[in-house]
């Protein structure tokens, strides 16, 4: 047999999994080194109890003949799939029902599946730096074209996002089959405002491309004049299929569930311009090659949107969007150029030292004991610059802003002092909330 040789194109191993074997290896050589992770965005509060108490109710019903479930819809329990309607979009004047909905275990795998059901010819159009399953999935099932010597496939399209643009894509010129979005954005914070939004729905509607756009982290806007949803956006449902986590929100990166959006107008064409509805083919996708996610983590998932759910994912992103706060006004106290950390759990840092992110990731590592993940990891836009997050505990987070603003780097503004203290008013402000935050939810 033959492999499929797309595979052997990609880069050998996946960012985070690079990153992670890097940290493996520093650990095994410095075994006492007290090692702060701020890499891949993998959450530290515990899940709510009125989670887990869901959870130990559905593990109950399956050892009972009455209760017991065996294989579930492929698109989800009803209960999980009308909560999520009802409070996510219902409730906030969106037009989307139970039927457009389809729970996943989680927003990567759909990112990655959403590619069986479009043509394999589809021209693929990303944010540089983005997050990197839409360009290695994309070049596994063969729309990357060649490895160019500038790191890029010559088959997708970049749209490149700097500091000049506020890390925003505009809308392509040329037509684009199949783009992907994502607001607040991975790795650099940023979002799009309604208008921006409206652009692309436009784009999309002109000509005809397929949005995917990956809400993962929506929950974590407070900005009213913010999209959450790109659905908020006239014309969106019959171009747009949203992807959403519970990952970050309520502590499921281990636990596994997201669901995304089809809704029903949404409609792709033949080579001889017959319309099929998306959602039949992604229907056909799904209960052919996936049997659901688990009962007992549905169950979990649905406690989220009661009062006590609500409450807990409230509280989880109070907290990160804290840490996120104070690592920005940290890093920029410090004299970092820095990104993101508003609406956002991620914080994008440039360190001008020099322009490889893998050499900057090393010195973090090895002079602060911090692990980051380097920008370009997300794309060519993304060299001299680093991702932190703001998932680890208010605790860590401090510590570990401290160790970095106490490094011999050179700074933006050109200062190479040792900022061993944060004591202006605005840094002040964010460490007095994270103080009154860490004692309202008795954390260390
Ligand atoms: C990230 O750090 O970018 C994400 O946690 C990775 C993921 O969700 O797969």
């Known amino acids: 047999m033959y492999i499929n040789e797309n595979f052997i194109k990609l880069p050998q191993s996946y960012l985070f999994s690079t990153v992670a074997s890097k940290l493996k290896e520093y650990r095994a050589a410095h075994p006492d080194a007290e090692l702060i992770r701020m890499d891949i965005g993998d959450v530290t509060l515990p899940i709510a109890s009125c989670v887990t108490e869901a959870m130990h109710r559905a593990v109950d019903d399956m050892s009972k003949s009455d209760t017991f479930h065996g294989y579930g819809p492929e698109q989800g329990y009803p209960f999980l799939r009308e909560a999520i309607a009802k409070t996510d979009y219902q409730e906030r004047g969106i037009d989307i029902t139970a039927d457009d909905i389809f729970i996943s275990d989680g927003a990567k795998s759909d990112l990655g599946n959403l590619g069986n ?152 064409t033949d080579r001889e311009g017959n319309e099929y509805p998306l959602r039949q083919l992604w229907n056909r996708r799904q209960s052919t090659k996936f049997n659901g996610a688990s009962y007992i983590i549905q169950r979990g998932a649905e406690a989220l949107y009661t009062p006590e759910g609500r409450e807990a994912i409230k509280k989880n992103i109070d907290t990160y969007l804290s840490n996120a706060r104070y690592i920005r006004q940290a890093m920029e106290k410090a004299g970092f150029e820095v ?106």
Do not use: H
């Open 117 to 268: 059901i479009y043509s394999q010819k589809s021209i693929i159009g990303v944010a540089d730096p983005g997050y990197p399953v839409y360009v290695d999935s994309s070049v596994m099932d063969g729309r990357g074209g060649e490895l160019l010597g500038d790191g890029r496939w010559s088959r997708i399209l970049y749209m490149d996002c700097k500091p000049e643009n506020g890390f925003k894509p505009g809308v392509p010129k040329q037509s684009v089959d199949v783009l992907f979005l994502c607001s607040p954005c991975n790795p650099t914070g940023t979002v799009f405002t309604r208008d921006e939004l409206k652009e692309w729905v436009d784009y999309a509607r002109r000509n005809r491309s397929l949005i995917i756009f990956d809400s993962a982290y929506e929950a974590f806007v407070t900005d009213p004049d913010v999209p959450r949803s790109i659905y908020e956006i006239e014309g969106a449902k019959e171009v747009a299929i949203e992807i959403r986590s519970f990952s970050k929100t309520a502590g499921f990166t281990g636990l596994r569930c997201g669901y995304t959006v089809v809704p029903a107008e949404l409609k792709g």
């Open 339 to 444: 990104y993101g950390g508003e609406n956002s759990p991620y914080v994008w840092m440039r360190l001008p030292e020099e322009n490889d992110s893998w050499a900057l990731f090393e010195r973090l590592l090895s002079e602060a004991q911090v692990s980051s993940t380097p920008g370009i990891g997300f794309g060519e836009c993304g060299a001299g610059f680093i991702r932190l997050t703001g998932f680890n505990t208010p605790e860590n987070t401090r510590k570990a802003m401290d160790r970095i603003s106490k490094m011999n780097l050179k700074r933006e503004n050109g200062a190479e002092d040792d900022f061993s203290s944060l004591n202006d008013v605005k840094a002040i402000k964010a460490i007095d909330e994270l103080d009154k935050l860490t004692e309202s939810l008795g954390i260390k």
